[in-house]
Structures are given as structure tokens and as C-alpha cells.
């Protein structure tokens, strides 16, 4: 006899409620989540401990001289470690994404540095989006009722319009957009899609800085001695990302994701006409 359960859609029976195949079901709900957990947990330890700084421009400027010689010397090995680096930081949901890009036309120039970072990042935000769509959004779809399914739904229909808005307007976090992508069902073909083509003119711009990042980088390595040399306690660099977000460059970037959206918008124009034509 099935257990009887009259909650709400979506959300689990009480330890009372549910028979054996309820508790089999809730515990199969909880493996499928296990995976992602364990990431989050993982992210959680590394930004604990701090491993995050070691993606940085002071750890850079502090190890030039030993990457400069392992670049020189072993160029496919390096382009092949700072890839899986970059994918880890992105499937992590680490800070230091935009770092990396930089670095990475800073290190190989901006044709190759361009390549390996769309690569990396979009590798890295598509395991994320196969876990994360394994492990939570049927259920969280499910869970947060009908109007979160009629979203997700919506955001299905247009799904590559909308995620391609996304990723080329930086107002949207990385990470947070890869969830909702997992959580609405997007397919996996025009997701990776969508990513590596909303990525690319973010990535090509920030890698060409990159490329040029030389004398800056000498300056701050020259301000980093001298703040060590002082006794200073908290010395580092203090480039950063953000410094290169310009007003300009972030009105081209809406300007682009603008135009990703003129399909929906011309789709919707349509349907009152149609509506309109007799049967």
C-alpha cells in the first residue's frame, strides 16, 4: 500500500508519515545531493584556509620569476595547468576568475591566452551545471511551487537568448547564473553554447589588457618590496579586476547582451498579430 502523504508537492514526508519506499526515496534525494554538497563543502575549506590568494596578482609578482622560466620551458605543460586550474576555479565557484583571464594573456599572449581561458571557463561552469542539475533542480523547482516552475519554464523557451544575456552582462555572478541554468532544465548543447559565446568578448578584451599588464606589474612588484622592506604586515598588490571595469567597457557589454534578447523580444511582438488571424 503507498504511503499517504497530503504536504505540499515537492517536499518530503515526515520521519511518521513516510513507509519504507518513502524513506528509500528520500534517501536515493540525498545521494543524488551528496555530489554537491561535497563541492560546496570543498569551496568552503579552500576560501577557509585561503587558498583562494593563491590565484592573485601578489602570488604572481611573488613567483614571476619561476613561471616565467616554466612557461619558456615547458609551454604546452603550463597552457595545459592553467587551464585545469581555471576549470577548477570556475566548477569550485572560486573567486579569481577574471585574475586568471587576465593572467592568462599576461602569460601566453592574447590569441593563445583567449583560447585556453574560454575553454577553461566554459569546461569549468559546464561540470558545475551537470552536477548541479544532477543533484538539485527537478527538486528545487519543485519545492519552491508553481510560480518558480512557470519561471523555469519561460526561461526554458529562450533559454539560449537569456543565458546569453547573462553571461555577457558582468552585473550577473558567474557561479549564480550557472545555478539557474541547472535549476530551469536548460539542455546541455545550448548551454555550453550560450557560455562559450557570451564569454568570448569578456575573455578576448580582458586577455588583450592582460597582454599589456607588464610595466604595471613591475611597478606593484617594486611597491610590494618596498612595503616588506618597511616591516609592512598586509603587503600586497593592489591591482585588481575591477580596476579595468570601466563605465565604457561595461556599456558595450550591456549594449551586447541587449542585442541577445531582440529574438525573444521580436517572438513576443509576433504573437498578439497571430492572435489576431482568424482560426
Request: hydrophobic share 50%; with cysteine.
Amino acid at each position: 500500500m503507498e504511503p499517504f502523504n497530503d504536504a505540499a508537492p515537492g517536499l518530503p514526508m515526515s520521519i511518521d508519515e513516510r513507509g519504507p519506499e518513502g524513506g528509500g526515496t528520500l534517501l536515493r534525494r540525498w545521494r543524488r545531493r551528496l555530489p554537491f554538497i561535497l563541492v560546496l563543502a570543498a569551496s568552503a575549506l579552500i576560501l577557509a584556509f585561503g587558498g583562494h590568494r593563491y590565484v592573485s596578482f601578489t602570488a604572481l609578482v611573488d613567483h614571476h620569476a619561476w613561471i616565467d622560466d616554466s612557461v619558456a620551458r615547458h609551454p604546452l605543460m603550463s597552457v595545459t595547468v592553467f587551464a585545469a586550474v581555471y576549470a577548477a576555479i570556475v566548477a569550485l565557484s572560486l573567486p579569481g576568475a577574471a585574475a586568471m583571464t587576465l593572467t592568462g594573456g599576461f602569460l601566453f599572449g592574447w590569441p593563445l591566452g583567449t583560447t585556453a581561458s574560454a575553454f577553461a571557463a566554459t569546461t569549468g561552469a559546464t561540470l558545475i551545471f551537470l552536477l548541479a542539475r544532477t543533484s538539485l533542480g527537478d527538486d528545487l523547482v519543485r519545492a519552491a511551487g508553481p510560480g518558480a516552475a512557470r519561471l523555469a519554464e519561460r526561461f526554458r523557451q529562450h533559454a539560449f537568448s537569456y543565458l546569453l544575456f547573462l553571461r555577457l552582462v558582468p552585473a550577473f555572478p558567474f557561479w549564480m547564473v550557472n545555478l539557474v541554468a541547472a535549476i530551469a532544465g536548460m539542455r546541455l548543447s545550448a548551454y555550453v553554447a550560450a557560455t562559450l559565446l557570451g564569454i568570448l568578448p569578456g575573455t578576448l578584451v580582458f586577455t588583450v589588457i592582460g597582454s599589456g599588464l607588464g610595466e604595471p606589474l613591475a611597478d606593484q612588484a617594486v611597491a610590494l618590496k618596498d612595503c616588506r622592506a618597511r616591516g609592512g604586515t598586509d603587503c600586497q598588490v593592489t591591482l585588481s579586476a575591477a580596476d579595468f571595469l570601466t563605465p565604457e567597457l561595461i556599456g558595450g557589454f550591456v549594449a551586447l547582451g541587449a542585442l541577445s534578447l531582440l529574438p525573444v523580444l521580436a517572438r513576443h511582438a509576433r504573437r498578439p498579430d497571430a492572435a489576431k488571424r482568424p482560426g
